[in-house]
């Protein structure tokens, strides 16, 4: 693909609907991506960590990326997450991922070994040349154990990396990446903290991955347009709907796989898709369903009230 502008816009990190450990939810895949597809997304990511994908086996992997494909039919860029704890299985990822269809690949530093920001620049120099398709850089430091610092982003820059995906939840970090960036026409900063989708467009980042567009994808493409626009009436109000999400939904349960199991819990409660959740994950228990029930119900209203004002 060739890259003539940002990316941009909300970027649901596509949850992965399952039936157990090793089958698809195929039905469930197919009205979650024509749920967010309606409801306005500008690309889908597939493999996230949203996804499950570290908990999937690779014949699963593979065929969520060729279901995917075909049903999303290239109506919107699709990217795909290959890290892996082997570096020829991210290689061999990004391959099916090239035949599937996939426009870009994500990538971010391997998940056991804590590594430094030199090896992971040497890891890069190795893997970007074997990648046949475009790559996006990704910062999870709570689930990689590096936060990768600006010279690393830079280098990735220079290897070809069309943009960076934070998910560190630190602002000082993402304007910091924002002001480094500002003159490049080609790179993209991404945030993967929802909440900060304001602070980034204003700033002169470009989109975020938001996994709460599984959910409500149309309230976070008129967030991201509120902000695009510098509507600050309209952001203060999606805002608030936006800190409701993060307060009950994604705050039920006592585990910090919350977000994961909740979102999935509320897509089944909404008909789109099957709630199971791969091993090591579990799925909530009724009470923490009947809480998820109501919570629905009740941001659905606030969204209704707001598009009516």
């Known amino acids: 693909m060739i890259m003539d502008s940002h990316l941009h816009g909300i970027i649901p990190p596509l949850v992965t609907p399952l039936m157990n450990d090793t089958e698809l939810d195929e039905q469930g895949l197919e009205k979650l991506i024509n749920y967010v597809l309606e409801g306005g997304v500008h690309g889908i990511f597939l493999l996230g960590t949203t996804g499950e994908a570290t908990s999937l086996r690779y014949e699963l992997r593979e065929k969520l990326v060729r279901e995917a494909c075909r049903i999303i039919d290239a109506r919107v860029p699709v990217m795909v997450g290959i890290t892996d704890t082997s570096f020829d299985g991210s290689i061999e990822m990004a391959h099916v991922c090239k035949e599937a269809?996939?426009?870009?690949?994500?990538?971010?530093?391997?998940?056991?070994?804590?590594?430094?920001?030199?090896?992971?620049?040497?890891?890069?120099?190795?893997?970007?040349?074997?990648?046949?398709?475009?790559?996006?850089?990704?910062?999870?430091?709570?689930?990689?154990?590096?936060?990768?610092?600006?010279?690393?982003?830079?280098?990735?820059?220079?290897?070809?990396?069309?943009?960076?995906?934070?998910?560190?939840?630190?602002?000082?970090?993402?304007?910091?990446?924002?002001?480094?960036?500002?003159?490049?026409?080609?790179?993209?900063?991404?945030?993967?903290?929802?909440?900060?989708?304001?602070e980034t467009i204003l700033q002169g980042g470009h989109a975020a991955i938001a996994g709460g567009a599984n959910l409500f994808p149309k309230l976070f493409v008129d967030y991201y347009e509120a902000s695009l626009q510098r509507d600050y009436q309209k952001i203060h109000l999606l805002r608030q709907i936006v800190m409701k999400i993060y307060n009950t939904i994604y705050n039920v349960g006592k585990f910090t796989s919350r977000f994961t199991v909740g979102t999935k819990c509320a897509l089944s409660i909404m008909n789109i898709c099957n709630s199971y959740v791969a091993h090591p994950l579990t799925e909530f228990e009724e009470n923490d369903c009947k809480s998820i029930k109501n919570y629905v119900e009740e941001i659905k209203e606030l969204i209704d009230k707001t598009e009516i004002t």
């Open 101 to 198: 269809g996939v426009n870009m690949v994500v990538v971010a530093p391997p998940y056991y070994f804590p590594i430094s920001q030199h090896e992971m620049r040497c890891y890069l120099d190795d893997l970007v040349p074997r990648l046949p398709l475009p790559f996006l850089l990704y910062n999870i430091p709570s689930h990689t154990k590096l936060h990768m610092n600006i010279k690393t982003v830079k280098h990735a820059k220079e290897l070809g990396a069309l943009g960076i995906k934070d998910s560190s939840g630190d602002m000082l970090y993402l304007l910091s990446l924002i002001d480094a960036f500002k003159d490049s026409q080609d790179f993209s900063v991404i945030t993967g903290t929802e909440i900060l989708i304001p």
